[in-house]
């Protein structure tokens, strides 16, 4: 074979599988999107964006991003720079913090629903502090900022494992001897971390970013488990729109208008966190 070609092989089952499971898909529900069965049409955006629910979605789906990234970001930081500086135990605590990776969205928003609800968890815990003398309805249209902390949590406890794996491996290609010698230069953990470790993470954190930003725009099980209707999100409306008013064109647009949100917000952070030439971490 010739060598010219096999950069080409290699990558030709990958292509395949992108042509099929994602270019081809993407296709059939941009025709769905822009279609009303006898030409292009815009109907279907002017529906779904002018539709009452939409702007409360879009605000609800924005508004838990910008709650839950930021601390998914100080967090996984925090936590792989604990990781990596432990000499015992690494492996087990790593694995620990990981274990949420394994639990499907669903699953994560009934646990933290058996936490929240009457008879939950918290409930009980309080009842018996003597804090309360019933149980509170926490989950309920009378407290939404509960219902966003609540969804908030099970976001940040669900899936900042995500991030984490992403940074303990960025971390780790760090050589030592940037630390030895900012040490000998007198510089404190602090300022190591600053001008050592960020700047040579920043592939990682590019990588990380874009992945749980994309993630935060199509959250939908955890917000179904806890808040249902009375916390909407773009995803929700999508499901809402495909299997309930079985109208699969105002599906496709809103699930358009997701991807237009997670292509701009990840040319944003690419642009931010872009990697210098000649950069090999």
């Known amino acids: 074979m010739n060598p010219r070609l096999l950069p080409y092989v290699l990558i030709l089952p990958v292509t395949l599988f992108l042509c099929l499971f994602f270019l081809y898909p993407f296709v059939l529900v941009a ?15 002017r529906d779904v964006t002018s539709h009452w629910k939409f702007p409360i979605s879009l605000k609800n789906t924005f508004l ?27 492996d087990l605590i790593l694995y620990i913090w990981t274990i949420p990776l394994g639990i499907s969205d669903l699953a994560a928003g009934i646990i933290w629903l058996a936490i929240f609800e009457q008879s939950g968890f918290l409930n009980s815990m309080m009842g018996g502090l ?10 309920s249209y009378q407290s939404p900022m509960m219902v966003f902390v609540a969804i908030m949590l099970a976001e940040v406890w669900r899936a900042t ?6 940074l303990v491996a960025g971390i780790g290609l760090i050589p030592k001897e940037y630390y030895e010698a900012g040490e000998v230069f007198g510089a404190t953990a602090w ?18 970013l874009v992945l749980r930003v994309i993630l935060a725009f199509e959250v939908f ?24 008013l079985l109208n699969a064109g105002a599906a496709a647009a809103i699930a358009l208008i997701i991807l237009g949100i997670s292509i701009a917000f990840t040319l944003i952070i690419m642009r931010a966190l872009r990697v210098p030439k000649g950069a090999t971490i």
Not at 130 to 139: E, K, V
Not at 191 to 208: D, E, G, N, V, Y
């Open 161 to 166: 494992a995500i991030m984490l794996v992403i």
């Open 191 to 208: 300022q190591r971390f600053l001008k050592i470790t960020l700047p040579m993470l920043r592939p990682s954190l590019q990588t990380a």
């Open 130 to 139: 003597g804090l309360i003398d019933s149980p509170t309805n926490f989950l």
């Open 64 to 90: 838990l991003a910008l709650a839950v990234v930021p601390i998914q970001l100080a967090l996984s930081l925090l936590m792989a720079t604990m990781v990596n500086r432990m000499k015992r135990g690494r």
């Open 221 to 244: 099980a955890v917000v179904q488990a806890l808040g249902g209707t009375l916390f909407p999100v773009l995803m929700g409306e999508t499901y809402e729109y495909q299997f309930t």
């Open 31 to 45: 025709q769905q999107a822009f279609s009303d069965g006898s030409g292009f049409t815009l109907d279907n955006f």
